[in-house]
């Protein structure tokens, strides 16, 4: 297990930090508190004078009311966004609002749904829009300190999974809404909400960080650092593991001999469990590290294939796996259809450069002839795109063994 110590040691470089990020960091440091619970108390990092935010109910007023006309004739999406909210107050991450400070500074949230066809649990989740401007052309997002990156960049990570003799992957619960938002500051994380049109629409709070604001990146993957920090003393491969082996909600790590796997995964889940950051879809290359919940997803069928950091990974054979079908077929062939289907492909490690470069080719010619996004394209290059597509769909999958 030593080299895991060697290869935090080597990854751990500190980058040039701006000073914002630095006032960020300071912030966090001075007030950040866990509660009897242990679970992590936060306060957003502003930048500047959040009074400068002024009216924002009406803006999100008229954004809900469009969105619940939308879902009306969408009865099937409607009843997953009301289980979701609802499911949002039970587990007291958002509450009712009886009284809102309209006159102090305050900011409330528009949302909306997306749906995520290839998730194996939440298929519709909720998105919070911190990003939309009040009457001073200001929003919360234009006010808050997004905080530097600390987490390990997704290639290095993915390489150095890669080198394991067992590997395994896990994922954080919620993780956003497991780091609570100090009361004075939810005030700032208001939003409009009913689960149904027929009664009045009221003003809820959220009580954790929140997806869609501009620090919640920072403050949520900083919460698993403070946690590493605390308890190094006593649980120290867990700790290095916990600042190393993340990409926010992500772990992937392991470890060459089953001991050392063992040791590895029960101080990551105490370190964290301290913080209630709860671990789940526990994965790995060796049958004994997979939890049950898991084994009942993954069968004999699917040849026991998961993601790992948006990539196909099959346990069995510890292959990487890359699928290729377009999106849809396109009647006209343009640069935006290109570039649509050329981008599906997700190959963070570039091991499937040889594959793909003619499409990339066929893109830097689009950009060289200036065209417009929804121009048809020259038939030399209608022609060159055709067979490329058609070289692409003649594999089905292509396999990354272990380094």
Known sequence: MQRLWVLETVDWKPNPISPDHRICKRHFIATTHQDTTGRIIVRLPFKDNPAALEASFDIARRRFLAIERRLLHLPDIYSQYVSFMEEYERLGHMSVVKAPKSDEPHYYIPHHCVLIHTSTSTKLRVVFDASCQTTTQ????DLL??????????????????????????????????????????????????????????TYQLNTV?????????????????????????????????????????????????????????????????????????????????????????????????????????Q???????????KQVHKSITKRTILS????????????????????????????????????VPQHIHQAWNCCLASLTSYTYYTCTPI
């Open 138 to 141: 200001t929003s919360l997002n």
């Open 145 to 202: 300190l997004v905080g530097p990156t600390i987490q390990t960049e997704l290639y290095r990570l993915l390489l150095r999974f890669r080198l394991y003799r067992y590997a395994i992957t896990a994922d954080v619960t919620k993780i956003y809404r497991q780091v609570s938002l100090i009361k004075n500051y939810r005030e700032f994380h208001y939003i409009l909400w009913r689960a149904s049109a027929n009664v009045d629409l009221l």
């Open 210 to 314: 929140t997806y869609g604001t501009a620090s919640a990146p920072y403050l949520a993957v900083r919460s698993l650092h403070y946690l590493a920090d605390k308890h190094v003393a006593e649980f120290p491969i867990g700790a290095a593991a916990v600042k190393s082996s993340f990409y926010v909600d992500d772990f992937l790590c392991g470890a060459d001999d089953t001991d050392a796997l063992h040791r590895l995964k029960e101080e990551v889940i105490e370190i964290l469990r301290r913080g209630q950051f709860p671990l789940s879809k526990w994965c790995s290359n060796h049958p004994d590290f997979m939890d049950g919940q898991t084994m009942k997803e993954l069968s004999i069928t699917d040849d026991f294939t998961s993601s790992a950091l948006g990539v196909t990974w099959n």
């Open 316 to 326: 069995r054979n510890d292959t990487l796996l890359f699928s290729f079908t377009p």
């Open 341 to 376: 289907i050329a981008s599906s492909l997700f190959d963070p490690l570039g091991v499937l450069s040889p594959l793909v470069i003619t499409s990339e080719i066929i893109m830097q010619e689009l950009w060289l002839l200036k065209l417009d996004w929804d121009e048809s």
